[in-house]
T-cell receptor
Framework: SQKIEQNSEALNIQEGKTATLTCNYT??????LQWYRQDPGRGPVFLLL?????KEKRKERLKVTFDTTLKQSLFHITASQPADSATYLC???????????FGTGTQLKVEL | GAGVSQSPSNKVTEKGKDVELRCDPI?????LYWYRQSLGQGLEFLIY????????KSGLPSDRFSAERTGGSVSTLTIQRTQQEDSAVYLC?????????FGPGTRLLVL
């Protein structure tokens, strides 16, 4: 069966450290993968998109890697700040249009 | 407004009643999506519109759920004879390219 897995346990890290979140998938061959941020009571907000032929993508303090052999994406936030605390969702392109299938998300908490 | 808007923001209804949820996408966005997010769960795809047609409605959980889109703009999601398990946040998103822009959601509580 098709599955997208993100660590369901919350990740607590200290301010200034690098946060690394994992997204694993099975039985998909997505053309691209996206990462979204979701704050409580709000809709997800797009952060980064990485294509199947790209290994790494960066945007400011964010870095995403995509390994289609391992079927895994890693999402890094460097020099983390308390304002980075949120739930982070990975999503794969899985259908017509830009139909996305989302993981359940990982909650990140950055502590002072 | 510049973003996707949804109404109502909150809806409390009694089991068995019908509810209608509305989504106003970003102007000019041709694609529109409905998702459902239950407490502590990921987003569950419901239906996708391209213009006014719905090429993919595979995620609608039962025939109590229906959606339409008119004028290539506003969309309504209707749930008939609501059940308690329909309680969730219903999110709408629109896109013009590869990035989806989400609305704030409608929080539905079925008592």
């Amino acid at each position: 069966s098709q599955k997208i897995e993100q660590n369901s346990e919350a990740l607590n890290i200290q301010e200034g450290k690098t946060a690394t979140l994992t997204c694993n998938y099975t039985n998909y061959s997505p053309a691209y993968l996206q990462w979204y941020r979701q704050d409580p009571g709000r809709g997800p907000v797009f952060l980064l998109l990485i294509r199947e032929n790209e290994k790494e993508k960066r945007k400011e303090r964010l870095k995403v890697t995509f390994d289609t052999t391992l079927k895994q994406s890693l999402f890094h936030i460097t020099a983390s700040q308390p304002a980075d605390s949120a739930t982070y969702l990975c999503a794969l392109l899985t259908g017509g249009g830009n139909k996305l299938t989302f993981g359940t998300g990982t909650q990140l908490k950055v502590e002072l | 407004g510049a973003g996707v808007s949804q109404s109502p923001s909150n809806k409390v209804t009694e089991k068995g009643k019908d509810v209608e949820l509305r989504c106003d996408p970003i102007s000019g966005h041709t694609a529109l999506y409905w998702y459902r997010q239950s407490l502590g769960q990921g987003l569950e795809f419901l239906i996708y519109f391209q213009g006014n047609s719905a090429p993919d409605k595979s995620g609608l959980p039962s025939d109590r759920f229906s959606a339409e889109r008119t004028g290539g703009s506003v969309s309504t999601l209707t749930i008939q004879r609501t059940q308690q398990e329909d309680s969730a946040v219903y999110l709408c998103a629109s896109d013009l390219g590869e990035t989806q822009y989400f609305g704030p959601g409608t929080r539905l509580l079925v008592l």
